[in-house]
C-alpha cells in the first residue's frame, strides 16, 4: 500500500520524527548547559570554602546556626565567589556525610521570600530530599547580576555567585 508515494513504513517513520520534533521543543545541545558540582559537609559547602573542610560535626540546624554566628563571617570573607557567564546551569549538589536531609537554594542577592512579587519577577530556585549519599539537580536559566546560594536545612552561609553578561 502507497501513501502519497511513500511506503507505509517510511510515512510511519517520517510522522513519527516530525511529532519527536514538535513535542520536543526548541534543540539544545548537551554542551550549553554547564554543570557546577557543589558537595555539602556539615555547615558549609566544601567548593565554597576552597575546597577545605572545617571538620564541623551536627546532629541539627542548631548546630550550624552556632558555628555560623561564631565563624560564618570569616569565613564568607575568605570564600571563593563563583563567577559565571549568563547561560543554563545545573547545580549538582551532593549530600556527602551530613545525618539529616539537607537542601539547596540559590537565589538573586536581593531576593525576599515574604515578598510575593519576587516569586513572579525574580530568580529562585530551591529543592529538598538530599539525604546522606545523595546527589540532586537543579537546572536554572541565569542572567547577569549577583546570587547567594545556601542550604537552610543545614545552614551554611550565604555564599556569593556573579553572572556577567
Same mark, same amino acid.
Given at each position: &500500500?502507497?501513501?502519497?508515494? &511513500? ?53 541539627? =540546624? ?8 561564631? %565563624? ?15 547561560? %543554563? $546551569? ?5 549530600? =556527602? ?13 536581593? $531576593?525576599?521570600? =515574604? ?22 539537580? $537543579? ?24 553572572? =556577567?553578561?
Amino acid at each position: &500500500m502507497q501513501l502519497r508515494g &511513500m511506503g507505509v513504513r517510511a510515512a510511519m517513520g517520517a510522522a513519527a520524527v516530525g511529532l519527536a520534533a514538535a513535542f520536543a521543543g526548541p534543540a539544545t545541545s548537551a554542551q550549553e548547559v554547564k554543570v557546577i558540582e557543589l558537595t555539602q559537609v556539615a555547615c558549609q559547602f566544601l567548593e565554597s570554602e576552597n575546597g577545605v573542610d572545617h571538620g564541623f560535626t551536627t546532629t541539627g =540546624k542548631a548546630d550550624c546556626e552556632a558555628i555560623n554566628n561564631e %565563624t560564618g563571617a570569616d569565613r564568607l570573607a575568605e570564600a571563593k565567589v563563583i563567577e559565571l557567564e549568563a547561560g %543554563t $546551569y545545573v547545580f549538582r549538589v551532593t549530600n =556527602k556525610d551530613v545525618p539529616y536531609e539537607l537542601g539547596f537554594w540559590l537565589r538573586e542577592h536581593d $531576593y525576599n521570600w =515574604k515578598n510575593p512579587l519576587h516569586k513572579l519577577t525574580k530568580i529562585s530556585i530551591s529543592g529538598g530530599g538530599l539525604a546522606i549519599g545523595t546527589t540532586k539537580d $537543579y537546572e536554572v536559566e541565569l542572567e547577569p547580576g549577583e546570587y547567594l546560594y545556601s542550604c537552610p536545612l543545614n545552614p551554611t552561609p550565604d555564599y556569593r555567585l556573579v553572572v =556577567k553578561g
